[in-house]
Structure formats: structure tokens, C-alpha cells
């Protein structure tokens, strides 16, 4: 299937007229910059810039002019203390030369990207890394950032539950039966329309999982083990291969979120399932899904510290998850924001 060719973002906002602050809708064809195309425009424009002998406000301020030319803004007078910085792209910039991402006075936003700009000890930047509030949320490890959204989960008499018997009336046009891919498709691509199953179809191939064991990596390696889930689920839902980027939703490409729940609370992190914003990502046809359209796969299993065995799937849409769901707050960090960024951040 042949892609659309990507619009000139750059030359389109430099002739709208439109400032860094103007609000654009997210999805919008000719102004909103899709994440990964956002990244190769600022590594176009800031790749080997010298930040060298300026002040930390002045390098702040050379950094957000070389922002808006490279992504085709007029360069403000004054940068104004909005959050994010970049309004109308929902983008805030941070220049790292260390691996501990500061973020202050704010939370992390589930509709925010946050370029984050690699720059060397003789103060060059070498690369530009733009991620999304969830994505960045993962890379957390106290748990004071990602535990926003909680639920808590109470199991039925049947092992296998489809809470939601059809999709989001949005989405209802773009879904097939039996939809096959090419063995080229990766699960983390963009949804395209005519290639989703239809969230009974993903309950029906996912429920052959429950019964099924997995080797458990240990006790504190929960991202290892939701990994070894994504591989079977991948497998199941008929792709060729497992990627798995650490983006929400976990398969972009079915607008699937797989949980692994050893216990009965559901982290949720950022993202409220029913919450109507749209998802930053690639359209199905002419929809720009939203996060309630998202199908959440809820797989409950139980461990031995040997193997993990899956004893439950309840699947349904974020528009009907606390219909089925409890929904209580977790805890939300003030103040300042401290997250490691792993080694090899810049190289995924």
C-alpha cells in the first residue's frame, strides 16, 4: 500500500502566519507536525549548533529561536512563560548534557512532546529526541510521576470477559474483519484505516493467551514480563514481528493497550481512558482517534517466581473502562520532576 506523501509543515506554517502560541488542533493536516516527523525537522535544524560560552538563560533563549526556524515560526520579540513553551505543537524543549531530566513546577501532560536536545561537553548539540508525555512517563522508577490514574480491578466468574461488544462509533468505519497485513507492517506503526480489527475479533484471538505460561524474568523486572506479553500478543493478532517503543498506546497500529496485572491495582499513568483528547499519531482515513477509542486488552496472571501463567483477559474500549473499572486518583508529584534517562536514550 503506498503512503501519502508528508506535507511541507515548515513552508505551511510560515505561510499561515501563525505563531508558536496560536492552538492547533491535534491531527491537523497542514500545521499539526506528527511526533516523528517533529524529530527529523529539529535534528535538521539544531544538529551541530554551538551553544559554546553562553549563558545558561542566553543558551535557553538560542535554542527556542533555532526551534521556531527550524519548524517555519517567526521568532517572538520575547519568549513568553507559557506551558508548554511551544504552544500551538504542544512542545516544551529541555537541552541535556547530563541524563537526569529536570522538569519543574509542573506534571507530566499526556497530549505534551518534550524535545529532549542531547548537547556535548564542548556544548554542541548532537542529537534531538522528541517524546511523548506517556513515553517519557514510562522511563520513571519511583513511581511519584507515572501512578496518576489508578483503577482496581475485581474479577468475575468467567476467565475471558469483552466488556465492550463494539468499538467507539468513530472508529466503526475504519475497523475489518479478519484484516490482514503486510509482514513488512510493525504493530507500533500508525493506524491506517481498513487494517484494524474489531476490538471482538481482538478479544477472540487474545483469549487462546489465557491458560497460556511465560518464563518469569523476576520480581521487580515487570517491564520484562509485560514484554514477553507484547511478543504473544503480537504474534496473535497476526504480525510478523514485535516492536514495542514504550509509546501509548502499546500497539498503535490496532489502538491497543495491553495491561499484565499481577495485582488487582491498574496503573494508568497519564492517560484516562474516557478522557476525549486526541491521540498524536497517524489517522485512520479522516479520524483522528481519541483516547477512548483506544481498545485496552487486561490481562491478569498470577506467579510462581518461576513462571507467569495468564488467568484472565477482559477487553474493552477506554470510552466504557470504568463501567467495568473503579477509578480512584494515585499519587501526583509536585515541585520538581527528576527523571534518569537510560543510557542509550538517544539511540532508540
Same mark, same amino acid.
Request: hydrophobic content about 35%; some cysteine.
Given at each position: 500500500?503506498?503512503?501519502?506523501? =508528508?506535507?511541507?509543515?515548515?513552508?505551511?506554517?510560515?505561510?499561515?502566519?501563525?505563531?508558536?502560541?496560536?492552538? &492547533?488542533?491535534?491531527?491537523?493536516?497542514?500545521? @499539526?507536525?506528527?511526533?516523528?516527523?517533529?524529530?527529523?525537522?529539529?535534528?535538521?535544524?539544531?544538529?551541530?549548533?554551538?551553544?559554546?560560552?553562553?549563558?545558561?538563560?542566553?543558551?535557553?533563549?538560542?535554542?527556542? *529561536?533555532?526551534?521556531?526556524?527550524?519548524?517555519?515560526?517567526?521568532?517572538?520579540?520575547?519568549?513568553?512563560?507559557?506551558?508548554?513553551?511551544?504552544?500551538?505543537? %504542544?512542545?516544551?524543549?529541555?537541552?541535556? /548534557?547530563?541524563?537526569?531530566?529536570? &522538569? @519543574?513546577? *509542573?506534571?507530566?501532560? $499526556?497530549?505534551?512532546?518534550?524535545?529532549?536536545?542531547?548537547?556535548?561537553?564542548?556544548?554542541?548539540?548532537? /542529537?534531538?529526541?522528541?517524546?511523548?508525555?506517556?513515553?517519557? #512517563?514510562?522511563?520513571?522508577?519511583?513511581?511519584?510521576?507515572?501512578? /496518576?490514574?489508578?483503577?482496581?480491578? *475485581?474479577?468475575?466468574?468467567?476467565?475471558?470477559?469483552?466488556?465492550?461488544?463494539?468499538?467507539? %462509533?468513530?472508529?466503526?468505519?475504519?475497523?475489518?474483519?479478519?484484516?490482514?497485513?503486510?509482514?513488512?507492517?510493525?504493530?507500533? %506503526?500508525?493506524?491506517?484505516?481498513?487494517?484494524?480489527?474489531?476490538?471482538?475479533?481482538?478479544?477472540?484471538?487474545?483469549?487462546?493467551?489465557?491458560?497460556?505460561?511465560? #518464563?518469569?524474568?523476576?520480581?521487580? =523486572?515487570?517491564?520484562?514480563?509485560?514484554? #514477553?506479553?507484547?511478543?504473544?500478543?503480537?504474534?496473535?493478532?497476526?504480525?510478523?514481528?514485535?516492536?514495542? /517503543?514504550?509509546?501509548?498506546?502499546?500497539?498503535?497500529? =490496532?489502538?491497543?493497550?495491553?495491561?499484565?496485572?499481577?495485582? $488487582?491495582?491498574?496503573?494508568?499513568?497519564?492517560?484516562?481512558?474516557?478522557?476525549?483528547?486526541?491521540?498524536?499519531?497517524?489517522?485512520?482515513?479522516?479520524?483522528? $482517534?481519541?483516547?477512548?477509542?483506544?481498545?485496552?486488552?487486561?490481562?491478569?496472571?498470577?506467579?510462581?517466581?518461576?513462571?507467569?501463567?495468564?488467568?484472565?483477559?477482559?477487553?474493552?474500549?477506554?470510552?466504557?473502562?470504568? =463501567?467495568?473499572?473503579?477509578?480512584?486518583?494515585?499519587?501526583? #508529584?509536585?515541585?520538581?520532576?527528576?527523571?534518569?534517562?537510560?543510557?542509550?536514550?538517544?539511540?532508540?
Amino acid at each position: 500500500m503506498s503512503r501519502e506523501r =508528508q506535507p511541507d509543515y515548515k513552508n505551511a506554517i510560515a505561510a499561515s502566519g501563525k505563531d508558536i502560541y496560536e492552538p &492547533i488542533d491535534i491531527g491537523d493536516a497542514d500545521h @499539526w507536525i506528527p511526533t516523528q516527523r517533529l524529530e527529523k525537522m529539529l535534528n535538521d535544524g539544531l544538529r551541530g549548533k554551538s551553544l559554546a560560552g553562553l549563558p545558561l538563560r542566553t543558551r535557553s533563549k538560542v535554542v527556542k *529561536e533555532a526551534v521556531c526556524e527550524a519548524l517555519g515560526y517567526p521568532v517572538p520579540a520575547s519568549f513568553r512563560r507559557t506551558q508548554p513553551r511551544f504552544l500551538g505543537q %504542544q512542545l516544551d524543549v529541555h537541552v541535556q /548534557k547530563t541524563l537526569n531530566l529536570q &522538569i @519543574w513546577n *509542573e506534571q507530566l501532560s $499526556p497530549s505534551r512532546r518534550y524535545a529532549i536536545i542531547q548537547v556535548t561537553e564542548a556544548d554542541v548539540i548532537t /542529537k534531538v529526541k522528541v517524546v511523548g508525555g506517556p513515553q517519557l #512517563a514510562t522511563l520513571d522508577t519511583t513511581g511519584t510521576v507515572t501512578t /496518576k490514574y489508578q483503577a482496581s480491578l *475485581e474479577l468475575g466468574t468467567r476467565a475471558c470477559e469483552l466488556v465492550s461488544p463494539h468499538d467507539t %462509533q468513530p472508529l466503526l468505519p475504519h475497523v475489518r474483519p479478519g484484516a490482514r497485513f503486510n509482514p513488512a507492517v510493525s504493530p507500533v %506503526q500508525a493506524a491506517v484505516s481498513g487494517e484494524l480489527l474489531p476490538i471482538r475479533e481482538i478479544f477472540e484471538r487474545l483469549s487462546s493467551l489465557v491458560g497460556q505460561r511465560f #518464563a518469569d524474568p523476576g520480581r521487580d =523486572q515487570e517491564r520484562s514480563r509485560g514484554a #514477553a506479553l507484547h511478543r504473544l500478543v503480537c504474534e496473535r493478532l497476526g504480525y510478523q514481528r514485535y516492536e514495542d /517503543k514504550g509509546q501509548f498506546p502499546d500497539l498503535p497500529h =490496532q489502538l491497543l493497550e495491553v495491561k499484565l496485572q499481577t495485582s $488487582p491495582t491498574i496503573d494508568l499513568g497519564l492517560v484516562l481512558p474516557v478522557s476525549e483528547e486526541r491521540l498524536d499519531g497517524g489517522r485512520p482515513g479522516a479520524l483522528q $482517534p481519541r483516547h477512548c477509542d483506544t481498545r485496552y486488552a487486561v490481562f491478569c496472571a498470577e506467579t510462581n517466581g518461576v513462571q507467569v501463567t495468564l488467568t484472565h483477559l477482559l477487553v474493552t474500549t477506554g470510552a466504557d473502562f470504568f =463501567q467495568r473499572f473503579r477509578r480512584f486518583e494515585g499519587r501526583v #508529584a509536585n515541585g520538581k520532576i527528576q527523571i534518569p534517562l537510560p543510557r542509550d536514550f538517544f539511540d532508540r
